[in-house]
């Protein structure tokens, strides 16, 4: 009976830490591998709903932004999600593709670069959770590395509760799109944005929308998703028939990894031998 409970004991601490090591993994790699090998932006996902479990890190902010696990206790999102008038994140809801339900999880703490309700080049906040998240194959941590490339055309994927900018209003599911990556003046043809710790990238019916804020921009890399970026902000240009081209501003989340471990006080660090220098 002994040997029995033993068993189990380690059994079940085992399922934990491996949940808690093996980040990123999702069971829709094959499928974006496949995708991003052929290089066909038309035949990439579109703006399709998520399945539940595809993206297991994928968290709803507040109602109104979008988030990512990055740690049992720890998420990110963007500051303008906390910065808005008259909104203060207060609990996050996980573990599902529909937004209002899921479980849900109080923030207790909240770390930006500054208090400014300006979208400067430091759009992003670290959000510190009550209780460490049960991770399970279905509700885990996103990894996060150093020096992923900004690398024009490279395929990303994001997902979100953006809305519908076609009808105008807020989805209550979660969809997931891609998106290539652009060269700066795409998203910037007046020169106002810093892009110092920031990317571009979008095209024609692929990118974010308002809800998507805060949420991944993600890296496919070695049979994981990686963190590359935070949805922060940008613009639509509507064409002759309907469609609309996005450009969109993302926070390069591998431009903060310092910071986040160094607020996280070591729980989060970012792989530095994933993508080279």
Same mark, same amino acid.
């Given at each position: 009976?002994?040997?029995?409970?033993?068993? @189990?004991?380690?059994?079940? /601490?085992?399922?934990?830490?491996?949940?808690e090591? $093996?980040? !990123?993994?999702?069971?829709?790699?094959?499928?974006?591998?496949?995708?991003?090998?052929?290089?066909?932006p038309?035949?990439?996902?579109?703006?399709?709903p998520?399945?539940?479990?595809?993206?297991p890190?994928?968290?709803?902010?507040?109602?109104?932004?979008?988030?990512?696990?990055?740690?049992?206790?720890?998420?990110?999102?963007?500051k303008h999600?906390?910065?808005?008038?008259?909104?203060?994140?207060?609990?996050?809801?996980?573990?599902?593709?529909?937004?209002?339900?899921?479980?849900?999880?109080?923030?207790t703490?909240?770390f930006?670069?500054?208090?400014?309700?300006?979208?400067?080049?430091?759009d992003?906040i670290?959000?510190?959770l009550?209780?460490?998240i049960?991770?399970?194959?279905?509700?885990?941590?996103?990894c @996060?590395?150093?020096?992923? /490339?900004?690398?024009?055309?490279?395929q990303?994927? $994001?997902? !979100?509760?953006?809305?519908?900018?076609h009808?105008?209003?807020?989805?209550?599911?979660?969809?997931e799109?891609s998106?290539?990556?652009?060269?700066?003046?795409y998203?910037d043809?007046?020169?106002?944005?810093?892009?110092?710790k920031?990317?571009?990238?979008?095209?024609?019916?692929?990118?974010?929308?308002?809800?998507?804020?805060g949420?991944?921009?993600?890296?496919?890399?070695?049979?994981?998703?990686f963190?590359?970026?935070i949805?922060?902000?940008?613009f639509?240009?509507?064409?002759i028939?309907?469609?609309?081209e996005?450009?969109?501003?993302?926070?390069?989340?591998?431009a903060?990894?310092?910071?986040?471990?160094?607020?996280?006080?070591?729980?989060?660090?970012?792989?530095?031998?994933?993508?080279?220098?």
């Amino acid at each position: 009976m002994l040997a029995k409970l033993l068993f @189990l004991f380690f059994s079940s /601490s085992f399922s934990v830490l491996a949940f808690e090591d $093996v980040c !990123g993994v999702a069971p829709n790699v094959k499928k974006y591998e496949k995708l991003f090998e052929n290089g066909d932006p038309q035949r990439i996902l579109g703006g399709h709903p998520a399945k539940y479990g595809d993206w297991p890190w994928l968290i709803n902010v507040g109602g109104i932004c979008t988030g990512s696990i990055i740690h049992p206790q720890w998420a990110l999102c963007a500051k303008h999600c906390q910065t808005l008038p008259g909104v203060k994140i207060k609990e996050i809801r996980y573990g599902t593709v529909k937004k209002n339900r899921g479980k849900v999880m109080a923030v207790t703490e909240t770390f930006m670069l500054d208090d400014s309700d300006k979208l400067d080049n430091e759009d992003i906040i670290l959000l510190k959770l009550a209780e460490p998240i049960k991770f399970t194959s279905k509700v885990h941590a996103i990894c @996060l590395a150093a020096n992923i /490339s900004h690398e024009s055309g490279v395929q990303n994927a $994001v997902a !979100g509760w953006g809305r519908d900018e076609h009808t105008h209003k807020n989805r209550e599911h979660a969809y997931e799109n891609s998106v290539p990556i652009r060269p700066n003046e795409y998203c910037d043809p007046r020169g106002k944005y810093n892009f110092d710790k920031e990317f571009c990238a979008g095209s024609l019916e692929h990118g974010t929308t308002g809800g998507d804020s805060g949420g991944p921009i993600m890296a496919l890399k070695n049979g994981r998703w990686f963190l590359h970026g935070i949805t922060s902000k940008g613009f639509y240009r509507r064409q002759i028939n309907g469609t609309l081209e996005d450009h969109g501003v993302y926070t390069d989340a591998t431009a903060y990894c310092d910071w986040i471990e160094e607020k996280t006080n070591g729980d989060v660090k970012c792989q530095d031998d994933v993508y080279e220098k």
